[in-house]
């Protein structure tokens, strides 16, 4: 069963029923701890209001939305000592919790993770302008 | 010697020196092909004004850039029939080209990626608190 705006653990956390790993909080996001770090200091960033998907977050929210992602990339290497971070979102592939999330992972040069760990391709010839195409035709 | 604007390759792109694998511009972003992409359709997004990390980003930027972001997480399962997709940001730790990109990459389940590949830690008893006033205090 899909997670609603009831059962859903983030919304949990966005009414308040649990601040003690909350990191900051306004009208459009809420910050706190995963309590699974890839690192200490590993934060989630939630929309207050219950969407799924990237896609799915209206339009009117991004900036508030992202401005707090923003801080919290700035604030945690701040408060850690790390040099970078790893911002990520998983939308329906791999995504844990169906109420959209963004990761700040904090990171340091030689902490054993890689950006990317995956073996990049390549494109046979024609396949991107193809590839390009589609997407552009998408988003027309 | 770190990337500015007169060597920085996506701001070449931007310029609109190779327009072969721009899929979408506008005045605040372009989105391109990663020529090496972890799947076809692997885009890049980045702002047209030079910053390196996401906490360089002016904060009236945020809105139009992001809004780009999501318009593309939704263009590209749609033109590759792709069931979601992982978007991401390497600030400084394992961040190729100091100029700010946003990874949107197709995925689908069972294409053999993971969300997160890395092993998962725990909070010692009290570490979590701690954690999380640092990050506080540096939101303040």
Chains 1, 2 share one sequence.
Not at 7 to 31: K, L, M, N, Q, S
Not at 47 to 61: I, S
Not at 98 to 125: C, E, I, N, Q, S
Request: proline content about 9%.
């Amino acid at each position: 069963m899909p997670a609603t705006r009831s059962t859903c653990p983030f919304c949990a956390i966005v009414a308040g029923e649990d601040e003690t790993d909350v990191v900051y909080r306004d009208e459009a996001a809420v910050a706190f701890l995963d309590r699974r770090p890839l690192f200490p200091g590993h934060v989630l960033v939630v929309p207050v209001r219950h969407v799924e998907t990237l896609p799915d977050l209206d339009t009117a929210d991004v900036a508030p939305f992202f401005i707090v992602v923003q801080r919290i990339s700035a604030a945690v290497p701040e408060a850690l000592g790390s040099q970078g971070t790893f911002v990520a979102v998983n939308n329906v592939v791999s995504q844990s919790v169906p109420h959209l999330h963004v990761h700040v992972v904090p990171r340091t040069k030689g902490d054993g993770l890689r950006g990317f760990f995956w073996p990049r391709t390549k494109y046979a010839p024609g396949e991107a302008a193809s590839v390009a195409d589609r997407i552009r035709r998408a988003l027309a």
